[in-house]
């Protein structure tokens, strides 16, 4: 297993009454790896019941004799749940306009989606670092190039942000798309969609009002 820092991070107020993230602790978890994970489960074995027929859970998911085994399609399971919740509208039900349920490994994997192959997690990585870039070159507060890179690069802080705050944000994202040539407007066209609804989402108490 390899150690990875997770960071404890809870929202504040400032002085200006605008919502920050601060950091309150750190923990060392333990992930394990794909290599070691393959080795321990190998070719994994599904479980049989009493009657010698093969074993499934609630879900109709295989049960498995080795525990990581049965572990690892727990952790598959949901992951796949989230990322489906994620595309559907909580208040009507209904997937969100465009979306679809993966069904095969490449929508699943595929940027935006929650998770992402060696050359998507790449991409962002790229444009992440392009506007970590263009923000130091800005000239602004250290607080405010916190605020900035942090909600480009963490979009779940950036979806809680209020209307006003991420209303602020937009100029800086599109003065930072200006900066980028068209290949590399095409190659983040994924990452940069999602940022710019995000941004342009109103608050829950707005959309109530509608």
């Known amino acids: 297993m390899q150690e990875v820092k997770l960071e404890v991070n809870t929202k504040v107020q400032n002085a200006r009454g605008e919502n920050e993230y601060k950091v309150v602790a750190t923990h060392t978890i333990y992930v394990p790896l794909l290599a070691e994970t393959f080795e321990k489960i190998g ?13 499934v859970d609630d879900d109709g998911l295989p049960v498995y004799t080795s525990d990581v085994a ?3 399609q727990g952790a598959i399971l949901s992951q796949v749940k989230a990322q489906a919740r994620n595309k559907i509208d909580n208040k009507t039900g209904q997937l969100r306009p465009g979306a679809a349920i993966p069904n095969d490994w ?6 935006g989606t ?5 050359e998507a997690l790449k991409i962002v990585r790229e444009v992440r670092t392009l506007f970590e ?3 130091l070159s800005l000239g602004k507060s250290a607080k405010t190039s916190q605020q900035l890179i942090l909600n480009f690069s963490n979009l779940k802080a950036l979806e809680t942000q209020p209307a ?4 602020r944000v ?9 900066t980028l040539s068209d290949e590399q407007v095409a190659r983040y066209e994924s990452y940069l969609t999602k940022v710019s609804d995000l941004l342009a989402a109103p608050d829950e108490e707005d959309i109530d009002d509608l």
């Open 43 to 55: 070719n994994p074995e599904q479980a049989k019941d009493d009657k010698g027929q093969p074993m």
């Open 70 to 72: 049965n572990w690892l």
């Open 106 to 111: 490449a929508s699943l994997v595929a940027i």
């Open 114 to 118: 929650g998770g992402g192959n060696g």
């Open 133 to 135: 870039e263009f923000v």
């Open 164 to 167: 006003s705050f991420r209303e």
């Open 170 to 178: 937009i100029p800086y994202v599109d003065q930072f798309i200006s």
